[in-house]
């Protein structure tokens, strides 16, 4: 199993340009979800979903929208990017056991 | 609603020496807490979990925890710190569904 995949690993953008951040997982996980990871602030819940066709808000979901269309991935976008948007972030899912898995993470800067 | 206190953003300790981080939580319902570690440039990976059975768990690395709901902590230890330690370590209490609050973090540096 690769677990959960995370693409780009980097990624420079122009403030206002959009992206989309690629998350798949292969372990048939219902719960997805998405954080941001900046300095002395841990990991912050963007948004997550538990199960296809099922997103909702975490706590910092200005400026990001997901869709879960499979159980299998779950992208993150960016509509228009700010630098505050500058950070690291992290796809996670779960299943039965509750224990979230994390993929390596997208390193995103801002200019 | 949940949340984390990790005591502590950086600890440093010698190579052979104790090992312990600090992590207090606050929970609306019975907890489930988990210790995650980032090596740098890394995703987060799971050292243990409790899931209210056993108030001693144990985890990888030989490092364990232990529950103690009076004092509403879930302090992470390991007897001997060997230089591979060196990471940094985040608490978390999961919330309602499969969501997890984490602790601001505790990076862990490890002297010779």
């Known amino acids: 199993n690769a677990g959960v995949t995370q693409t780009p690993k980097f990624q420079v953008l122009k403030t206002g340009q959009s992206m989309t951040l690629q998350c798949a997982q292969d372990?048939?996980?219902?719960?997805m979800s998405w954080y941001r990871q900046d300095p002395g602030m841990g990991l912050r819940l963007i948004h997550y979903?538990?199960?296809?066709?099922?997103?909702d808000q975490g706590e910092v979901p200005n400026g990001y929208n997901v869709s879960r269309s499979t159980t299998e991935d779950f992208p993150l976008r960016l509509l228009s990017a700010a630098p505050s948007q500058t950070s690291v972030y992290f796809c996670?899912?779960?299943?039965?056991?509750?224990?979230?898995?994390f993929g390596p993470g997208t390193r995103l800067t801002v200019t | 609603a949940q949340s984390v206190t990790q005591l502590g953003s950086h600890v440093s300790v010698s190579e052979g020496a104790l090992v312990l981080l600090r992590c207090n939580y606050s929970?609306?319902?019975?907890?489930?807490l988990f210790w995650y570690v980032q090596y740098p440039n890394q995703g987060l990976q799971l050292l243990l979990k409790?899931?209210?059975?056993?108030?001693l768990v144990k985890g990888i690395n030989g490092f364990e925890a232990e529950f103690k709901k009076s004092e509403t902590s879930f302090h992470l230890t390991k007897p001997s710190a060997h230089m591979s330690d060196a990471a940094e370590y985040f608490c978390?209490?999961?919330?309602?569904?499969?969501?997890?609050?984490f602790g601001t973090g505790t990076q862990l540096k490890v002297e010779l």
């Open positions: 996670a899912s779960s299943g039965p056991t509750y224990e979230q898995y």
């Open positions: 372990m048939n996980h219902e719960y």
């Open positions: 979903s538990v199960g296809a066709g099922i997103t």
């Open positions: 929970s609306s319902v019975p907890p489930y």
């Open positions: 409790y899931t209210s059975a056993a108030t």
């Open positions: 978390a209490v999961r919330g309602g569904g499969n969501k997890l609050t």
